[in-house]
């Protein structure tokens, strides 16, 4: 008598989760309060402002953000960073 195979069985297939939505809400570069940065390096980073708590996102492609003054001199402190024109 041959030997049965055994049976497997799976559970039914999900489709993948959405991506959450991006931490940062673009502020304009005109909003009031708030002064434009550039991020020196080419690695993405998100960053979150160490006084106001808002979260700031960086890119090689979008290496400026405005940021919070309430933010400012301590990113620029970080030598990661500099004052936009």
């Known amino acids: 008598m041959a030997a049965r ?5 799976t559970a ?8 959450p939505a991006p931490m940062t809400v673009p502020v ?3 909003a009031p309060g708030t002064v434009r940065l550039r991020y020196l390096a080419r690695a993405g980073i998100l960053v979150r402002g160490p006084r106001s708590g808002t979260p700031y996102r960086f890119s ?3 290496p400026v953000a405005a ?3 309430a933010d400012v001199e ?3 402190a970080s030598g990661h960073f500099r004052r936009e024109a």
């Open 5 to 9: 195979a055994p049976v497997v069985t």
């Open 12 to 19: 039914p297939v999900r489709p993948p989760a959405p991506a």
């Open 28 to 30: 304009p570069a005109s």
């Open 60 to 62: 090689e492609n979008q």
């Open 67 to 69: 940021v919070q003054r």
């Open 74 to 76: 301590s990113m620029l």
